[in-house]
Protein backbone atom coordinates (compact mmCIF):
# COMPACT_ATOMS: atom_id res chain seq x y z
CA UNK A 1 0.00 0.00 0.00
CA UNK A 2 1.34 3.38 -1.17
CA UNK A 3 0.92 5.87 1.28
CA UNK A 4 2.55 9.12 0.40
CA UNK A 5 1.41 9.57 -4.24
CA UNK A 6 4.01 11.86 -6.44
CA UNK A 7 3.40 13.35 -9.75
CA UNK A 8 4.49 13.60 -12.06
CA UNK A 9 7.08 10.74 -12.64
CA UNK A 10 9.10 13.34 -14.26
CA UNK A 11 9.26 17.03 -15.34
CA UNK A 12 10.80 19.11 -17.46
CA UNK A 13 11.35 23.04 -16.97
CA UNK A 14 12.84 25.83 -18.78
CA UNK A 15 15.58 27.50 -16.98
CA UNK A 16 13.45 30.51 -15.47
CA UNK A 17 10.01 28.75 -15.12
CA UNK A 18 8.24 27.52 -11.74
CA UNK A 19 8.44 23.98 -11.28
CA UNK A 20 5.39 22.57 -9.50
CA UNK A 21 6.07 18.93 -7.92
CA UNK A 22 2.47 17.54 -6.51
CA UNK A 23 2.12 14.43 -3.44
CA UNK A 24 -0.94 13.27 -1.40
CA UNK A 25 -1.63 11.09 1.12
CA UNK A 26 -3.69 9.10 3.05
CA UNK A 27 -2.59 8.69 6.69
CA UNK A 28 -4.65 11.30 8.69
CA UNK A 29 -1.88 10.68 11.35
CA UNK A 30 0.54 12.45 9.34
CA UNK A 31 2.14 15.95 10.19
CA UNK A 32 5.50 16.24 9.25
CA UNK A 33 5.97 16.79 5.46
CA UNK A 34 9.56 17.15 4.12
CA UNK A 35 10.86 17.29 0.62
CA UNK A 36 14.14 15.95 -0.20
CA UNK A 37 16.55 16.23 -3.61
CA UNK A 38 19.09 13.55 -4.61
CA UNK A 39 21.36 14.10 -7.40
CA UNK A 40 23.16 11.22 -9.44
CA UNK A 41 24.90 8.59 -7.24
CA UNK A 42 24.40 10.91 -3.94
CA UNK A 43 22.23 10.54 -0.45
CA UNK A 44 19.10 12.22 -0.10
CA UNK A 45 19.18 15.37 1.06
CA UNK A 46 16.61 17.44 2.92
CA UNK A 47 15.54 20.54 0.91
CA UNK A 48 12.43 21.76 3.28
CA UNK A 49 10.01 20.38 5.07
CA UNK A 50 6.53 21.46 6.91
CA UNK A 51 3.99 20.78 9.52
CA UNK A 52 0.54 21.18 9.40
CA UNK A 53 0.21 24.16 11.46
CA UNK A 54 0.82 26.66 8.45
CA UNK A 55 -0.21 25.81 5.23
CA UNK A 56 2.52 27.39 3.24
CA UNK A 57 6.40 27.34 3.80
CA UNK A 58 8.89 29.21 2.45
CA UNK A 59 12.80 28.99 1.06
CA UNK A 60 14.52 31.36 -0.81
CA UNK A 61 13.11 29.64 -4.49
CA UNK A 62 11.43 26.78 -3.05
CA UNK A 63 7.94 27.17 -1.65
CA UNK A 64 5.64 24.11 0.27
CA UNK A 65 1.91 24.72 -0.41
CA UNK A 66 -0.42 22.48 2.15
CA UNK A 67 -3.74 21.73 2.16
CA UNK A 68 -4.70 19.50 4.97
CA UNK A 69 -8.01 18.85 3.98
CA UNK A 70 -7.78 17.74 0.76
CA UNK A 71 -4.42 15.49 1.97
CA UNK A 72 -2.08 16.96 -0.59
CA UNK A 73 0.95 19.72 -0.98
CA UNK A 74 3.05 20.75 -3.41
CA UNK A 75 7.09 22.01 -3.97
CA UNK A 76 7.11 24.89 -5.89
CA UNK A 77 10.87 26.03 -7.06
CA UNK A 78 10.46 29.31 -8.44
CA UNK A 79 13.27 30.64 -11.04
CA UNK A 80 14.49 27.40 -12.05
CA UNK A 81 17.78 26.17 -12.69
CA UNK A 82 20.08 23.92 -14.13
CA UNK A 83 21.63 23.04 -11.26
CA UNK A 84 17.84 22.58 -10.06
CA UNK A 85 17.67 19.05 -12.08
CA UNK A 86 17.62 16.08 -9.91
CA UNK A 87 15.04 13.64 -8.37
CA UNK A 88 12.88 15.18 -5.53
CA UNK A 89 11.07 12.98 -3.26
CA UNK A 90 8.25 13.99 -1.10
CA UNK A 91 7.19 12.09 2.35
CA UNK A 92 5.84 12.00 5.30
CA UNK A 93 5.74 11.21 8.88
CA UNK A 94 3.40 10.37 11.98
CA UNK A 95 6.02 11.93 14.37
CA UNK A 96 6.46 10.75 17.90
CA UNK A 97 8.48 7.16 18.47
CA UNK A 98 7.42 6.09 15.31
CA UNK A 99 9.95 8.81 12.72
CA UNK A 100 9.36 6.30 9.92
CA UNK A 101 9.20 8.83 7.03
CA UNK A 102 7.18 7.25 3.45
CA UNK A 103 8.41 8.16 0.86
CA UNK A 104 6.98 9.11 -2.65
CA UNK A 105 8.59 7.55 -5.71
CA UNK A 106 9.80 10.58 -7.00
CA UNK A 107 10.00 13.12 -9.57
CA UNK A 108 13.00 13.25 -11.88
CA UNK A 109 12.85 17.10 -12.88
CA UNK A 110 14.76 18.58 -15.32
CA UNK A 111 15.43 22.04 -15.81
CA UNK A 112 16.42 23.63 -19.84
CA UNK A 113 18.81 26.25 -20.30
CA UNK B 1 34.53 16.45 7.36
CA UNK B 2 31.86 13.82 6.53
CA UNK B 3 28.95 13.94 9.96
CA UNK B 4 27.71 10.50 8.41
CA UNK B 5 30.19 7.76 7.58
CA UNK B 6 28.72 4.99 6.15
CA UNK B 7 31.48 1.88 5.17
CA UNK B 8 31.98 0.74 2.59
CA UNK B 9 30.86 2.74 -0.10
CA UNK B 10 30.43 -0.36 -2.23
CA UNK B 11 30.04 -3.57 -1.55
CA UNK B 12 30.04 -6.95 -3.69
CA UNK B 13 28.50 -9.96 -2.29
CA UNK B 14 27.59 -13.77 -3.09
CA UNK B 15 24.79 -15.17 -2.67
CA UNK B 16 24.06 -16.92 0.68
CA UNK B 17 26.73 -14.82 2.52
CA UNK B 18 26.87 -12.32 5.20
CA UNK B 19 27.74 -9.15 5.37
CA UNK B 20 27.68 -5.67 7.70
CA UNK B 21 27.17 -2.39 6.58
CA UNK B 22 28.77 0.07 9.09
CA UNK B 23 27.07 3.44 9.84
CA UNK B 24 29.00 6.28 12.28
CA UNK B 25 27.02 9.87 12.97
CA UNK B 26 28.94 12.93 14.80
CA UNK B 27 26.12 15.25 14.51
CA UNK B 28 25.26 14.44 18.07
CA UNK B 29 22.01 12.72 17.11
CA UNK B 30 20.06 10.85 19.43
CA UNK B 31 17.68 8.83 16.82
CA UNK B 32 19.28 6.71 13.71
CA UNK B 33 17.68 4.84 10.89
CA UNK B 34 18.44 2.55 8.15
CA UNK B 35 16.65 3.11 4.60
CA UNK B 36 17.00 1.54 1.56
CA UNK B 37 16.60 2.29 -2.15
CA UNK B 38 16.20 0.32 -5.30
CA UNK B 39 15.34 0.87 -8.93
CA UNK B 40 12.39 -1.45 -8.00
CA UNK B 41 11.16 0.06 -4.61
CA UNK B 42 11.52 4.06 -3.56
CA UNK B 43 13.06 5.24 -0.42
CA UNK B 44 12.32 2.28 2.19
CA UNK B 45 12.42 2.52 5.80
CA UNK B 46 14.07 -0.11 7.72
CA UNK B 47 14.79 0.37 11.06
CA UNK B 48 14.79 3.42 13.98
CA UNK B 49 16.58 3.12 16.99
CA UNK B 50 16.58 6.15 19.90
CA UNK B 51 18.66 5.87 22.51
CA UNK B 52 20.27 2.59 21.29
CA UNK B 53 16.97 0.98 21.49
CA UNK B 54 14.92 -0.43 18.38
CA UNK B 55 11.83 1.47 17.91
CA UNK B 56 10.49 0.44 14.59
CA UNK B 57 11.31 -2.37 12.95
CA UNK B 58 9.65 -2.62 9.51
CA UNK B 59 11.59 -5.38 7.59
CA UNK B 60 9.48 -8.33 6.86
CA UNK B 61 12.53 -10.94 7.41
CA UNK B 62 14.65 -11.77 10.46
CA UNK B 63 17.70 -11.61 8.02
CA UNK B 64 18.14 -7.86 8.28
CA UNK B 65 19.78 -6.86 11.89
CA UNK B 66 20.85 -3.90 13.34
CA UNK B 67 23.51 -3.78 15.96
CA UNK B 68 24.07 -0.35 18.07
CA UNK B 69 27.55 -0.73 19.87
CA UNK B 70 27.17 2.70 20.81
CA UNK B 71 25.38 5.66 20.83
CA UNK B 72 25.87 7.27 17.56
CA UNK B 73 26.50 3.75 15.75
CA UNK B 74 23.77 1.55 13.79
CA UNK B 75 25.62 -1.06 11.95
CA UNK B 76 22.97 -3.59 9.46
CA UNK B 77 23.98 -6.97 9.49
CA UNK B 78 22.57 -8.93 6.29
CA UNK B 79 22.63 -12.74 6.72
CA UNK B 80 21.61 -15.25 3.80
CA UNK B 81 21.89 -12.30 0.96
CA UNK B 82 19.83 -12.51 -1.91
CA UNK B 83 20.01 -11.02 -5.35
CA UNK B 84 17.15 -9.29 -4.06
CA UNK B 85 18.94 -7.50 -1.33
CA UNK B 86 21.01 -6.12 -4.15
CA UNK B 87 20.35 -1.83 -3.48
CA UNK B 88 21.88 1.24 -1.43
CA UNK B 89 21.03 1.30 1.52
CA UNK B 90 21.18 4.69 3.44
CA UNK B 91 21.68 5.24 7.53
CA UNK B 92 19.89 8.42 8.87
CA UNK B 93 20.05 10.35 11.98
CA UNK B 94 17.48 12.84 13.31
CA UNK B 95 17.72 14.53 17.39
CA UNK B 96 15.01 12.64 18.13
CA UNK B 97 12.27 10.80 17.25
CA UNK B 98 9.47 13.36 17.18
CA UNK B 99 9.37 15.36 13.91
CA UNK B 100 12.83 16.27 13.54
CA UNK B 101 14.58 16.10 10.66
CA UNK B 102 16.17 13.03 9.45
CA UNK B 103 19.65 13.66 7.77
CA UNK B 104 21.20 10.93 5.26
CA UNK B 105 24.61 9.34 5.12
CA UNK B 106 26.29 8.69 1.71
CA UNK B 107 24.89 5.55 1.72
CA UNK B 108 26.52 1.58 0.88
CA UNK B 109 25.73 0.64 -2.06
CA UNK B 110 24.97 -3.53 -2.02
CA UNK B 111 25.54 -5.59 -5.14
CA UNK B 112 24.59 -9.44 -4.67
CA UNK B 113 25.39 -12.29 -7.16
Known amino acids: QQQVRQSPQSLTVWEGETAILNCSYE??????FPWYHQFPGESPALLIA?????NKKEDGRFTIFFNKREKKFSLHIADSQPGDSATYFC????????????FGKGTKLSVKS | DPKIIQKPKYLVAVTGSEKILICEQY?????MYWYRQSAKKPLEFMFS???????DNQTASSRFQPQSSKKNHLDLQITALKPDDSATYFC????????????FGPGTRLTVL
Open chain 2, 92 to 103: ASSQGTGLYEQY
Open chain 2, 49 to 55: YSYQKLM
Open chain 1, 91 to 102: AASSGGSNAKLT
Open chain 1, 50 to 54: IRPVS
Open chain 2, 27 to 31: LGHNA
Open chain 1, 27 to 32: DSTFDY
